[in-house]
């Protein structure tokens, strides 16, 4: 796992990758974790050893197996305190949905950092179609506005990618679209445009008997917490 810190950095994207363990959608816990800082450098690419038995690896979601989780893997309290030693007091965490990233590290805002920039919300735009806004998936967004090449693993997530994806979605917003208006109002409607590929969990509503969490075919019956 990396570790080192270069350049100074305020915003810092983070992405958790989980496993389940058991067969609801909330069933879930932390297998690996990443931080990378607003220069592209990655802080942190750490796997975490599981101490309670897994329903599902969710192999072709997060690329996280038995045998790498085992070989490579860590106590959790020791990869938490290694987010903890990384992680500045004034830190802005950065990614997709990342309060509940935030929840499953069990980070405390105004602690363990001072605030939080959830990309969903920074690039959602209003759809006058449907008349509410439209939110669009981190994988939609980087392929759409950077044309991102996603790394070639068979699986759809892997901590560290997705926080380096996400800090370069964030410095795009801030360097390029903030600054130029017409920039932001080509990038609003390329993402509309553009057709939007079905999430794992919309092609798997149930994997390996684990609720995948869509709302619409959801059927554990768990509560919806983000």
């Not at 939007?196 to 609720?211: I, T």
């Amino acid at each position: 796992m990396a570790t080192s810190r270069t350049k100074s950095s305020k915003f810092f994207a983070v992405d958790v990758e989980c496993v389940a363990t058991g067969l609801d959608h909330n069933a879930r816990s932390v297998a690996q974790v990443a931080i990378v800082d607003e220069h592209m450098q990655v802080l942190l690419n750490v796997y975490i050893k599981q101490d309670r038995p897994v329903a599902s690896y969710l192999t072709p979601l997060t690329g996280l197996t038995e045998e790498l989780l085992w070989e490579r893997g860590v106590p959790l309290v020791q990869a938490l305190a290694s987010v903890r030693s990384i992680l500045p007091r004034d830190a802005v965490l950065i990614g997709q949905n990342i309060r509940q990233d935030v929840m499953w590290l069990g980070l405390k805002e105004g602690v363990d950092f001072e605030g939080m920039q959830d990309l969903q919300g920074l690039y959602r735009i209003w759809n006058e179609k449907f008349r509410s806004y439209s939110v669009f998936a981190q994988s939609h967004l980087a392929r759409v506005l950077l044309d991102w090449k996603d790394a070639d693993t068979p699986n759809e997530h892997d901590a560290a990618e997705d926080a380096r994806k996400s800090m370069a979605l964030f410095n795009h917003h801030r360097f390029k679209l903030l600054p130029d208006p017409q920039a932001m109002q080509t990038a609003h409607a390329a993402l509309l445009a553009a057709p939007v590929a079905p999430s794992f969990a919309k092609r798997n509503a149930v994997f390996e008997g684990v609720c995948m969490g869509n709302r619409k075919t959801c059927t554990c019956g768990a509560p919806f917490l983000g």
